[in-house]
Nanobody
Framework: QVQLVESGGGLVQAGGSLRLSCAAS????????MGWFRQAPGKEREFVAA????????DYADSVKGRFTISRDNAKNTVYLQMNSLKPEDTAVYYC????????????????WGQGTQVTVSS
């Protein structure tokens, strides 16, 4: 019902910035809560950020608060993750996700997932 495609990942030096984009299909995009997760090798998929359907409410993991910003443009069916002051610890595959309820940080709360985009931060 919903397809998500991430883009914008790549290799960046520590302290640099990247902006990830997630293009979504479907006419009901505005009704979904959108989130970003990441997964590093050997680690569980972890919550990064979420945005309510209107974009009026946002939530961030402590590890990225103050450095990352989630935003959405419902008219373009796109959600973004602006990542500043990147650290080597941010290296992971980043996934966007869509769900029905705001306020849950576990991956199981989301219904649809993108394929992921690799972000690598060098020292």
């Amino acid at each position: 019902q919903v397809q998500l495609v991430e883009s914008g990942g790549g290799l960046v030096q520590a302290g640099g910035s990247l902006r990830l984009s997630c293009a979504a299909s479907g006419r009901t995009f505005s009704s979904y809560v959108m989130g970003w997760f990441r997964q590093a090798p050997g680690k569980e998929r972890e919550f990064v950020a979420a945005s309510s359907w209107s974009g009026g409410s946002t939530d961030y993991a402590d590890s990225v608060k103050g450095r990352f910003t989630i935003s959405r443009d419902n008219a373009k069916n796109t959600v973004y993750l602006q990542m500043n002051s990147l650290k080597p610890e941010d290296t992971a595959v980043y996934y966007c996700a869509a769900g029905s309820y705001y306020g849950f940080r576990r991956p199981g709360a989301y219904d649809y997932w993108g394929q992921g985009t690799q972000v690598t931060v060098s020292s």
